[in-house]
Nanobody, 116 residues
Framework: QVQLVESGGGLVQPGGSLRLSCVASGNMFRINTMGWYRQASGQQRELVATIARVGSVNYADSVKGRFTIARDSARNTVYLQMNSLKPEDTAVYYC??????????WGKGTLVTVSS
């Protein structure tokens, strides 16, 4: 079992920045990919960014050049640095850890609101 706790969400003006954190606890042995997803009101959950255990990263086209995913293995923490935020980035952001056997773990989410 893996437990995930997100933090760092909040209200920010357009053009501003936020950094989300996701701290994992439990058995990380089978985890091979970590990432962030988001779900806006009335919409489906969508991928934002992922980082593999080996370090390769993947971003949604909508956030490329603005968001950066990183991890601190020693602290079992994954970060999402979000710059140049837009109102359309408003959503609940969820941390995900994916195991090689297909099991997915999710955090409870943190709300990001981009508004003036």
């Amino acid at each position: 079992q893996v437990q995930l706790v997100e933090s760092g969400g909040g209200l920010v003006q357009p053009g501003g920045s936020l950094r989300l954190s996701c701290v994992a606890s439990g058995n990380m042995f089978r985890i091979n990919t970590m990432g962030w997803y988001r779900q806006a009101s009335g919409q489906q959950r969508e991928l934002v960014a992922t980082i593999a255990r080996v370090g390769s990263v993947n971003y949604a086209d909508s956030v490329k050049g603005r968001f950066t995913i990183a991890r601190d293995s020693a602290r079992n923490t994954v970060y999402l640095q979000m710059n140049s935020l837009k109102p359309e980035d408003t959503a609940v952001y969820y941390c995900n850890h994916h195991q090689w056997d297909g099991m997915d773990y999710w955090g409870k989410g943190t709300l990001v609101t981009v508004s003036s």
